[in-house]
């Protein structure tokens, strides 16, 4: 067989995070933050639309809780220190 | 108070009786803030855990914890300069997120002492109720940041 396959390492994909189980960001209800203050919150910490902001508000409005976001552990802590800043209750977890 | 929106930014306008009100709640928040005390519903939902498991969300408040505690006291701080001047105070838009949080934070203070629910406000809290300041300062805070929610750019 002539034919071989070689993979050359690119050094921009980050091969163990990428074949960690994700870490997803949980939101949950609470009966103070206003929803326009929430939609604002996730239109800025994640540059999410306003329409998708709008439906994951409506989402933790109505179900007490969302899963607003997904990926590697460190950004994903990061993104959560932002979200308490705003003072959203937010928690990790990692995906089942 | 009153909110109009100007080239770039907001201006608001607050009454002498409102912004005296105003000032010593951050004042009495900046206090606040500085408490470590978990236990107190207030500073836990100030400061929420991040993971589901005690020893996990231990670690990351290790690490976390003070700066947020400093970003809190600087939107704060931030706030008390823009009421020391007097007359009516410009909101420039970049700066227009430490009004949101810093309001907020009085807010999320001054609801979980209330033990609010969210459904308060179709009911009348009676006068003689010694919290009914407080729910009034509740209410106005909820529509000063609503109204600065509602400024489009």
Redesign the interface.
Known sequence: MGSTSTIVAEPEVDLKNSLARPWNIIVWND????M??VT?IFM?VFGYSKEKSERLMMEVHHDGKSLVASGAREAM?QA??QL????L?????QAS | MKVSKTRGGINLELLEGERDVLLQLIDDFREFVMSEDISDPAVARLFPDAYEGNEESAEFRKYSEPALREKKDRDSAYIRSCLEVAGVINIKEIELDSWLRGINDLRLTLGTRLEVTGDEFGGEIPEDDPRSFLYSLYGWLGWLQGSLLEVEF
């Open positions: 009966p103070i933050n206003l326009t203050y604002r800025m802590e959560v220190t308490h800043e705003y003072g209750w937010a928690t990790l977890e």
